[in-house]
T-cell receptor, first 113, second 111 residues
């Protein structure tokens, strides 16, 4: 079966710009979570969506936002990019209610210059 | 808020030696999950523990969940070079709560 697909794989943006990242979960998975991974901070939780509703939110500024569509695909948006936003952004999907564990995508590597 | 601490941050072992990583939560967890991330890869789900005192084994890997459901450990017996990577624990404070990851333990294995 197809895995979690994240696009694009790599992105270079300039400070002040905004960016939208996309995540297509495994078919049947209704929960999508987003994480930011950096060498110094590990995996930081951004938010989780379930059936188009944001169910949980991490401690990131309002510049970070997301949404989920009726087909469970999810997008996250970062506005007014800062150098510190450079990171690997990982999306993970799961059945959630069954506690099967998360399946991660390969991530989007964002570089802000 | 909920915090999950993991030690050690790095572990270098000789092939054939054992390895253990420890995970501690500031709050009681409903469950704990373990993931492995190979260099350049993404985290891959290994296992979930739910019950207090639970012990599960996967070949050379042994996972434990503490009696108080606030700590966990992963033990690898006789490490191999294929075990190289970063091992993460992740816990949720309640069913449906956000899954918080520990900082990870990076394992390197010298042949």
């Amino acid at each position: 079966k197809a895995g979690v697909t994240q696009t694009p794989r790599y992105l270079i943006k300039t400070r002040g710009q905004q960016v939208t990242l996309s995540c297509s979960p495994i078919s049947g998975h209704r929960s999508v979570s987003w994480y930011q991974q950096t060498p110094g901070q590990g995996l930081q939780f951004l938010f989780e969506y379930f059936s188009e509703t944001q169910r949980n939110k991490g401690n990131f500024p309002g510049r970070f936002s997301g949404r989920q569509f009726s087909n469970s695909r999810s997008e996250m948006n970062v506005s007014t990019l800062e150098l510190g936003d450079s990171a690997l952004y990982l999306c993970a999907s799961s059945f959630r209610d069954r506690g099967d564990g998360y399946t991660f995508g390969s991530g989007t590597r964002l570089t802000v210059v | 808020g909920q915090q999950v601490m993991q030690i050690p941050q790095y572990q270098h072992v000789q092939e054939g030696e054992d390895f253990t990583t420890y995970c501690n939560s500031s709050t009681t967890l409903s469950n704990i999950q373990w993931y492995k991330q190979r260099p350049g890869g993404h985290p891959v789900f290994l296992i979930q523990l739910v019950k207090s005192g639970e012990v599960k084994k996967q070949k050379r890997l042994t996972f434990q969940f503490g009696e108080a459901k606030k700590n966990s450990s992963l033990h690898i017996t006789a490490t191999q070079t294929t075990d190289v990577g970063t091992y993460f624990c992740a816990g949720a404070g309640n069913q449906g709560g956000k899954l918080i990851f520990g900082q990870g333990t990076e394992l390197s294995v010298k042949p």
